[in-house]
């Protein structure tokens, strides 16, 4: 069985720096992808970045980065120049690439305060 | 561009009696979910329906039962509402089956307490 661990329950930055959010999961498998999304207070979830676990190149979305190491089974979030509307609770998720459900296992979330 | 609809947005119920969570998607995707959200828990699937017409268990489907109505609407139950199922819920969709890269698209979630 496949598990998602964020061992980060809280965090806090201050705006215009760089954080880093931790993810590690376990899987016997090879073919999968890995997500982050962010809930802020709002409520809404959304999807903030995507790695495919067959592509060696981090991926990567304006601010938001990753560093995917495969062999450590780890996948974590960089956030460059902070902004207040980061403020938000951040899932790690994985989903199986023989998947034929979509179902994602998440981790149990790291809330991340951006401070002025 | 409406994507993944719930309603109601909150609902406070009293133990015992029952209700009924509608979701409906816009995205003609095959693959819906129902989660819910408690502090320090993240999210944990309760059912889900990879295609119109299946659904299976999630990690929690205890106290509930869901509707795969059609391809769009896909509505979760509590046919006798306890405390303990005090939650946010959110309903999800994605494209599934045979496209399993495609992330999951989310309600904006159900507020519901029950006394």
């Known amino acids: 069985a496949q598990t998602v661990t964020q061992s980060q329950p809280e965090m806090s930055v201050q705006e215009a720096e760089t954080v880093t959010l931790s993810c590690t999961y376990d899987?016997?498998?090879?073919?999968?992808?890995l997500f982050w999304y962010k809930q802020p207070p709002s409520r809404q979830m959304i999807l903030v970045i995507r790695q495919e676990a067959y592509k060696q190149q981090n991926a990567t979305e304006n601010r938001f980065s990753v560093n995917f190491q495969k062999a450590a089974k780890s996948f974590s979030l960089k956030i460059s120049d902070s902004q207040l509307g980061d403020t938000a609770m951040y899932f790690c998720?994985?989903?199986?690439?023989?998947?034929?459900?979509?179902?994602?296992?998440f981790g149990q979330g790291t809330t991340l305060q951006v401070k002025p | 561009n409406a994507g993944v609809t719930q309603t109601p947005k909150f609902q406070v119920l009293k133990t015992g009696q029952s209700m009924t969570l509608q979701c409906a998607q816009d995205m003609n995707h095959n693959s819906m979910y129902w989660y819910r959200q408690d502090p320090g828990m993240g999210l944990r699937l309760i059912y889900y329906?990879?295609?119109?017409?299946?659904?299976d268990k999630g990690e929690v489907p205890n106290g509930y039962n869901v509707s795969r109505l059609n391809k769009r609407e896909f509505s979760l139950r509590l046919e006798s509402a306890a405390p303990s199922q005090t939650s946010v819920y959110f309903c999800?969709?994605?494209?599934?089956?045979?496209?399993?890269?495609?992330?999951?698209?989310f309600g904006d979630g159900t507020r519901l307490s029950i006394l």
């Open positions: 999800a969709s994605s494209a599934g089956q045979g496209v399993s890269n495609q992330p999951q698209h």
């Open positions: 329906s990879a295609s119109e017409g299946t659904t």
């Open positions: 998720a994985f989903l199986l690439g023989s998947s034929n459900t979509g179902k994602l296992i």
């Open positions: 899987t016997s498998e090879n073919n999968y992808y």
